[in-house]
């Protein structure tokens, strides 16, 4: 019985409990004596993080509490891109955080390059923002896993639907 099995190779952050991460950081922001009239905002803007504060060491301090709630719920710090910090109206500043959901075609490249490169028995194909891999072997794919798992691409990698 040589059937095939697969597994996707994926990127994804799963936005309801980032949501409650930034949620649980405006509470403690609103309680810590050193920001709590400090006028320092988290704000959703679609898919990305709006942090605003005083000045920059109030921003970093704000950010600090944001990434160490991101860390409790689950959510990896690889797949928040930080821009420049800008400066805003009043004196403020702001750093704008987006969140990668998914593979870049770069970074699925990559992920295909070192598969090929494991010289074991499988194909990797990309599909839209994450790479499908299969083979006939259960132990290949484990070998594969592992593999990824060793490799930074610089975003966290998933991997769902091992069949």
């Not at 930080?82 to 750093?95: D, S, Y």
């Not at 090929?116 to 990797?124: E, F, N």
């Given at each position: 019985m040589a059937t095939e099995s697969s597994f996707d190779v994926v990127s994804k952050v799963d936005l309801q409990e980032a949501k409650n991460a930034v949620d649980q950081a405006l509470k403690e922001i609103g309680t810590r004596f050193d920001l709590k009239d400090s006028a320092s905002r988290i704000e959703w803007e679609k898919e990305?993080?709006?942090?605003?504060?005083?000045?920059?060491?109030?921003?970093?301090?704000?950010?600090?509490?944001?990434?160490?709630?991101?860390?409790?719920?689950?959510?990896?710090?690889k797949n928040l891109?930080?821009?420049?910090?800008?400066?805003?109206?009043?004196?403020?500043?702001?750093?704008?955080?987006?969140?990668?959901?998914?593979?870049?075609?770069?970074?699925a490249k990559k992920v295909t390059q070192e598969i090929?490169?494991?010289?074991?028995?499988?194909?990797?194909q990309i599909q839209g923002d994450s790479v499908r891999v299969s083979g006939k072997s259960r132990d290949?794919?484990?070998a594969v896993i592992a593999r990824l798992k060793?490799?930074?691409?610089?975003?966290?990698?998933?991997?769902?639907?091992?069949?």
């Open positions: 990305e993080l709006v942090v605003s504060a005083k000045d920059a060491h109030k921003l970093t301090a704000v950010i600090d509490i944001l990434e160490s709630k991101m860390i409790r719920r689950g959510i990896p710090l891109d930080k821009k420049k910090i800008e400066e805003a109206l009043g004196g403020t500043v702001r750093q704008r955080i987006a969140i990668k959901q998914g593979l870049s075609a770069e970074i090929k490169g494991s010289k074991l028995k499988v194909q990797a290949d794919l484990q060793g490799v930074d691409f610089g975003i966290d990698l998933q991997f769902t639907n091992y069949r």
